[in-house]
């Protein structure tokens, strides 16, 4: 079983929305609330780059190309933070990765595709 399990990308249309989930179901997550989880994301032939991240306290981060078109979020009780992107443009097209980081613990998912079509 994978530690993160991301869902909710695939191809959408320039100027559309897409929201990713990302759910920690592993026991090792017994904490969760503990975790700072994000959201990043690697688009061909560049590196992966912060698209935002959620603290324990709810306190969240985002990369400086978001500029108020994604918004994330974290429910504790079902261990999965999820990433709502409107306003979508062909360059946000890469595979989105869910990261979870407690200490030196850290954790990827395995990505999901995002494509959005001009």
């Known amino acids: 079983q994978e530690l993160l399990v991301e869902s909710g990308g695939g191809l959408v249309q320039q100027g559309g929305s897409l929201r990713l989930s990302c759910r920690a179901p592993?026991?090792?997550?017994?904490?969760?609330?503990?975790?700072?989880m994000g959201w990043y994301r690697q688009a061909p032939g560049k590196q992966r780059e912060l698209v935002a991240s959620?603290?324990?306290?709810?306190?969240?981060n985002y990369g400086d190309f978001v500029k108020g078109r994604f918004s994330i979020s974290r429910d504790n009780s079902r261990k999965t933070i999820y990433l709502q992107m409107n306003a979508l443009a062909p360059e946000d097209t890469a595979v989105y990765y869910c990261?979870?980081?407690?200490?030196?613990?850290?954790?990827w998912g395995q990505g999901t595709q995002v494509t959005v079509s001009s």
């Open positions: 990261n979870s980081k407690s200490g030196a613990a850290e954790s």
């Open positions: 592993r026991a090792i997550f017994s904490t969760f609330s503990a975790y700072t």
């Open positions: 959620i603290a324990p306290g709810r306190s969240s």
